[in-house]
């Protein structure tokens, strides 16, 4: 009977998944992820009312939509902030891995001169490091814990690969090695073939991760962009 | 012709990301594969050509994780080591064994032979019908019914390795 059952199964129409299942359907995207595409989707309706020429009167329409969108947008991360008071802002130890995951977006440009790129975190342009032997390959942006986190990764000639990650705000940083180097106040923090180095500059964390990069070679270029 | 809103990507946000991880078998290559898809996708207004919009989505999803499995068969693998141990996010409350079950299910349907995963994501994950499956696929609806049998078959097997076949072969046996 069971074996009939399951014959009909097979071959015909839809039945209900197994009960197994069903417990994805409370697994739910993680809160830097929904912010990230929020951030996609306002700069997505913004473009396109930027590019067409539309009639004075829709235009307007538009435009005050798109500032209702944003209002909005800005009040959902500020109740997400409220609904968050409480919990500890995450530490350099939680952010570090975005610095060797996959870009999500092509590399930044470089800007007239040559030394820094398109992509700034606050104040904080990313440097270009093409002279010390770097270029930039790809960027991606993240929230975690409501900080903002932009991210450039670059790579050398033997194809390593680092990434440079800006968080907006003071992370809390525990452990690891402190570090000077030409006048910079450094933090050395390593397991296994992973190094990062971290630092602070004008209120923001800034960190500098790599797989099989000579922690030295972190530490100069770090002590060019603190 | 009706166009993609691009608001769709955040209402199924939750159901895309996972479908990614069903794909992929990894929470961080999930939330990856979820922004790629949206640069993709937002880059320039889409046409739905009558497809729902989910099933849009879901395609577009599909078709970058396998752009990107491409790509990734090209170059060294990059492996995020410092990775926190999390659960993954939950909607219910104050239950992490239920957490820990989704994380092993997915990473039971990531290692299902590649039609049988498509299959089962699209109709058992995405939430497709058969016939939007079938589309998606390019294969027949009798086809996803016999592979998605096949993978919900193989996926509860993996979970309970020690039940005994007739068992395990219950379809809407729960685990818990």
């Known amino acids: ?226 | 012709m009706a166009r993609l809103d691009p608001q769709a990507l955040v209402s199924h946000l939750d159901r895309l990301y996972r479908v990614a991880w069903a794909l992929c078998g990894s929470r961080e290559e999930a939330e990856d594969l979820v922004q790629e898809t949206a640069a993709r996708v937002l880059a320039k207004p889409r046409q739905l050509y009558g497809q729902d919009e989910l099933a849009y989505l879901v395609r577009a999803l599909r078709n970058t994780f396998l752009l990107a499995r491409r790509t990734r068969a090209r170059r060294p693998h990059e492996v995020a080591t410092l990775e926190r141990v999390e659960p993954p996010e939950w909607r219910g409350a104050g239950l992490p064994e239920a957490a820990l079950e989704a994380r092993q299910l997915f990473e039971a349907i990531a290692v299902l032979p590649d039609d049988f995963r498509q299959a089962l994501v699209a109709v058992d994950v995405a939430g497709l019908s058969y016939r939007e499956a079938a589309e998606l696929l390019d294969t027949r609806e009798a086809t996803i019914a016999s592979r998605l049998f096949r993978a919900r078959e193989r996926v509860v097997q993996t979970l309970a390795p020690h039940t005994g076949p007739r068992e395990a072969n219950a379809p809407a046996r729960s685990l818990r």
């Open chain 1, 1 to 226: 009977m069971m074996d009939d059952e399951m014959t009909r199964d097979e071959h015909t129409g839809p039945v209900d998944p197994p009960e197994a299942l069903r417990v994805l359907d409370d697994v739910v995207a993680p809160d830097r992820l929904r912010l990230a595409l929020a951030d996609r989707v306002a700069d997505a309706r913004r473009a396109p009312a930027r590019e067409r020429r539309l009639p004075g009167r829709l235009r307007g329409v538009l435009a005050a939509a798109g500032a209702v969108a944003a209002v909005l947008v800005v009040l959902g991360l500020f109740a997400n902030r409220i609904l968050d008071d409480g919990s500890p802002p995450p530490s350099v130890r939680a952010v570090a891995p975005l610095a060797l995951r996959a870009a999500t977006a092509p590399a930044p440009a470089a800007r007239p001169g040559g030394e820094l790129l398109a992509a700034r975190s606050g104040p904080i342009a990313f440097p270009a490091w093409t002279r010390v032997g770097w270029r930039a390959v790809g960027a991606r942006r993240d929230t975690v814990g409501g900080h903002d986190v932009r991210t450039v990764f670059y790579l050398d000639a033997a194809g390593q690969r680092i990434g440079y990650a800006i968080a907006d705000g003071r992370l809390p940083v525990a452990g690891g090695q402190l570090v000077t180097r030409r006048g910079a106040q450094l933090r050395v923090l390593a397991r296994g073939a992973t190094s990062v180095v971290t630092w602070r500059r004008d209120g923001r964390t800034c960190i500098l991760a790599g797989r099989g990069v000579p922690v030295e070679r972190l530490l100069t270029l770090a002590s060019y962009a603190a």
